[in-house]
């Protein structure tokens, strides 16, 4: 619809094929998907999969205890254990018989698109994953899938709004009843959102 090939932010996604065509934005990759990846090559027996895994959630408590993001030397040294697992990893995989396409492919990605998968590390508005902008989105889906397609294009707005307001208002840690009951008398959300 146009978006996308517009957008100059932060694209945070899962390496689909089709993304980096969307060269106006910066990329970023969501390691929630990589965790799950990781999760299915541990049950599958490969050690460096879960040295990967410890390295993802270390990377991400460790720049949460930094605020955001880390110190550049810092980003430099978490960069080099990344590159370590990773090419331990391929050394074990190309000598396997038969080869683990699917692992190798994995293991290939990770190096190649580096800077997308440890944006994180250096940039505090990246975050690890793109959970939360899943789960905005989660409430339309379960909207379809409960009650069908919206009768009109207005309803629909009106439905989107009123989940925009209420996803911001939890982000901003307000309770949602006082607050809609705030907005409805005519307080704007700005006050509302600043309001102690």
């Known amino acids: 619809i146009g978006i996308l090939p517009q957008y100059k932010g932060t694209m945070m ?5 089709t ?34 895994t410890t390295f993802l959630l270390s990377a991400k408590q460790v720049v949460e205890q930094h605020s955001g993001f880390l110190p550049e030397e810092e980003a430099k040294r978490w960069e080099r254990v990344y590159d370590r697992i990773l090419a331990k990893a391929q050394h074990r995989l190309e000598g396997m018989t038969p080869l683990p396409k699917k692992a190798l492919s994995f293991i290939r990605r990770l190096q190649k698109r580096k800077e997308e998968a440890l944006r994180f590390l250096r940039e505090a508005h990246v975050p690890f994953d793109n959970n939360q902008a899943e789960r905005d989105l989660r409430m339309v889906k379960v909207k379809e ?16 709004i009123a989940r925009s307001i209420v996803s911001t208002l939890t982000k901003h840690e307000k309770n949602v009843w006082d607050s809609l009951c705030l907005l409805l008398t005519g307080e704007t959300i700005d006050r509302v959102l600043s309001a102690t």
Do not use: V
Request: aromatic share 14%; net charge positive; proline share 2%.
């Open 13 to 17: 996604h899962d390496a689909f094929g």
């Open 19 to 52: 993304y980096p065509r969307y060269t106006e934005a910066t990329h970023a990759l969501c390691h929630a998907h990589h965790l799950r990846d990781l999760k299915g090559f541990i049950e599958q027996g490969h050690t460096w999969a879960k040295r990967m």
């Open 145 to 160: 899938n409960i009650s069908g397609t919206f009768r009109q294009e207005t309803f629909a707005q009106s439905f989107c």
